[in-house]
């Protein structure tokens, strides 16, 4: 599986674009050597995982996992902890400033929130391992609730649960500020919620 964990890492260069920015290339370079070995261990430890699952570990849980918990090992956890929290965040914020100029475009903003159901259901449904509450929505409003998370559950499983939060935090990054939507939370299960909550709304 090393080929594939090292294909899969090549994907992660904004993670190694702020860890070098903090580290310096040497030093980087050793993380994300055992990163790229732990990641690979982690593939082969978790291939049986149904494939829709298997889209959240190995593209976004495994690989953030991997770069942590092996940077925890040659510098204070606050600094690790900030090479993942930094990089998603430089990466959301740009979705959501090409997401931003998609809501200018008349009418964009009432499918967006169309869609947001099929999206959901195809990404995040029981098949990807999450489990949700649907709601009936009113024309121009979504809301869903998930119960059941694959972040909370792995990054528990792996010891390093607080990185859920971070990816509780994407969907604010990306989904908070957006022109004519007006995106409410008011939990997170990575932030010790019983739910994370979306609700969106045409404004």
Same mark, same amino acid.
């Given at each position: 599986?090393?080929?594939?964990?090292?294909?899969?890492?090549?994907? #992660? %260069?904004?993670?190694?674009?702020?860890?070098?920015?903090?580290?310096?290339? #040497?030093?980087?370079?050793?993380?994300?050597?055992?990163?790229?070995?732990?990641?690979?261990?982690?593939?082969?430890?978790?291939?049986?995982?149904?494939?829709? =699952?298997?889209?959240?570990?190995?593209?976004?849980?495994?690989?953030?996992?991997?770069?942590?918990?092996?940077?925890?090992?040659? =510098?204070?956890?606050?600094?690790?902890? %900030?090479?993942?929290?930094?990089?998603?965040?430089?990466?959301?914020?740009? =979705?959501?400033?090409?997401?931003?100029?998609?809501?200018?475009?008349?009418?964009?903003?009432?499918?967006?929130?169309?869609?947001?159901?099929?999206?959901?259901?195809?990404?995040?449904?029981?098949?990807?391992?999450?489990?949700?509450?649907?709601? @009936?929505? #009113?024309?121009?409003?979504?809301?869903? @609730?998930?119960? %059941? *998370?694959?972040? *909370?559950?792995?990054?528990?499983?792996?010891? *390093?649960?607080?990185?859920? #939060?971070?990816?509780?935090?994407?969907?604010?990054?990306?989904?908070?500020?957006?022109?004519?939507?007006?995106?409410?939370?008011?939990?997170?299960?990575?932030?010790?919620?019983?739910?994370?909550?979306?609700?969106?709304?045409?404004?």
């Amino acid at each position: 599986m090393i080929a594939e964990a090292e294909k899969i890492m090549k994907k #992660k %260069s904004f993670i190694r674009k702020d860890m070098e920015r903090q580290l310096g290339k #040497k030093l980087s370079d050793d993380i994300w050597t055992d990163a790229t070995e732990k990641l690979s261990e982690l593939l082969v430890r978790y291939n049986d995982l149904p494939k829709g =699952v298997h889209i959240h570990t190995d593209n976004y849980i495994f690989p953030s996992a991997s770069v942590y918990l092996c940077a925890k090992e040659k =510098v204070d956890q606050k600094t690790a902890y %900030s090479i993942i929290e930094n990089s998603a965040s430089a990466l959301t914020n740009d =979705v959501a400033h090409k997401l931003g100029d998609f809501m200018k475009i008349p009418g964009m903003p009432s499918l967006f929130i169309k869609m947001w159901d099929i999206m959901c259901k195809k990404l995040y449904g029981e098949n990807n391992g999450f489990r949700n509450i649907y709601y @009936d929505n #009113k024309k121009g409003e979504y809301r869903m @609730d998930v119960i %059941s *998370c694959p972040f *909370c559950h792995y990054f528990k499983e792996l010891g *390093c649960f607080e990185l859920t #939060k971070i990816y509780c935090e994407n969907d604010d990054r990306v989904y908070g500020n957006l022109p004519h939507i007006e995106f409410i939370r008011t939990s997170t299960l990575g932030k010790g919620g019983d739910k994370c909550d979306f609700f969106a709304r045409k404004i």
